[in-house]
């Protein structure tokens, strides 16, 4: 097995280690080779009959973050044809969140989640993806 370094805040290596600890992993490695696959397998098996689905972002970072606004304002303008709307929401008077609802293929939906999650600063990343069904006068053609 190859030996692969790599760099992280000491808050987030607590944390691995933490978990590992608690959910009985034999180490950091074993935690990160499965958050890993996880990663790597997560838009897999998600692309039914070519079928669209429909997704929803969300990001959070901390309040008064121009460049991070800036660049997911960037993002947004890069998937724009998939992008069907965007809101902004202060929580906690400590944090932004900012919603994105799009439409897309998997891959274009991969695409801008991956992209997302690489803008530096941004505290966490959640979407959820959900299929829309073929419209029914398209069914009703086909039978």
């Known amino acids: 097995m190859s030996v692969v370094s790599i760099s992280m805040p000491e808050a987030l290596l607590e944390r691995i280690d933490e978990f590992a600890d608690e959910h009985g992993y034999s180490g950091r490695s074993e935690v990160v080779r499965e958050g890993t696959r996880t990663l ?6 998600r692309n039914i009959d070519g079928q669209k ?3 929803t972002v969300s990001v959070v970072f901390e309040y ?3 460049a991070v606004q ?5 993002v947004r303008h890069e998937y724009d044809a998939i992008v069907s709307a965007t809101t902004h929401a202060h929580v906690q008077d400590q944090y932004c969140m900012e919603l994105f609802v799009l439409e897309g ?3 274009a939906l991969a ?3 991956n992209t997302v999650r690489a803008v530096p600063n941004v505290r966490a990343v959640d979407y959820s993806i959900t299929s829309v069904g073929r419209d029914p006068i398209d069914q ?3 039978s």
């Open 40 to 45: 790597l397998e997560e838009f897999q098996g």
């Open 53 to 55: 689905q429909m997704c």
């Open 64 to 66: 008064c973050q121009p």
């Open 70 to 74: 800036q660049r997911l304002t960037g």
């Open 105 to 107: 293929t998997t891959e």
């Open 111 to 113: 695409g801008f989640v």
């Open 140 to 142: 009703h053609i086909e």
